[in-house]
């Protein structure tokens, strides 16, 4: 037995809170896998604090410690734009899935991609954290992608 990480590995790590094993989107750059998103616990809630997922309060000693989180993160740009968007117009359920973690996959924030539709990254369509499948099937229309 070898405990010598390969670069293909995606390791499991265990959360700091509570001690489920979690793990996190890798993807493959060709010279290895690279994590291009958080560590998150199913069974708790934490999250490894990165972009898109440290609180925009002050950290608290247990999130230093561990550099995790259960606290929701600092609302990216286009959350903010939505919610002063439609702040009047919309149901609780839909304002609430707009403070959850950008990554989150939850059916609130599923039906919150499925109204707003998918996030233009500059070159292509974004659904989030969901595939472009999922959004489909929750209801979504894919609009033609134009580049200029
Ligand atoms: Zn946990
Ligand atoms: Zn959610």
Request: with cysteine; hydrophobic share 30%.
């Amino acid at each position: 037995m070898s405990n010598r990480m390969s670069v293909w590995d995606t390791p499991d790590k265990p959360c700091p809170y509570c001690g489920a094993m979690c793990s996190a989107e890798f993807v493959d750059i060709g010279v290895g896998m690279q994590q291009c998103g958080p560590y998150h616990c199913e069974e708790c809630g934490a999250t490894e604090m990165g972009p898109g997922t440290t609180p925009d309060k002050p950290l608290i000693f247990l999130e230093r410690e561990t550099g995790w989180t259960k606290r929701p993160a600092a609302k990216t740009p286009l959350q903010q734009q939505v919610r002063s968007l439609f702040a009047d117009t919309v149901s609780d359920a839909f304002m609430e899935a707009s403070d959850h973690n950008y990554r989150c996959r939850c059916p609130k924030c599923l039906a919150w991609w499925v109204t707003i539709g998918p996030e233009d990254t500059g070159s292509e369509w974004s659904f989030g954290p969901f595939t472009e499948a999922e959004f489909i099937a929750g209801g979504g229309e894919v609009p033609e992608y134009v580049t200029f």
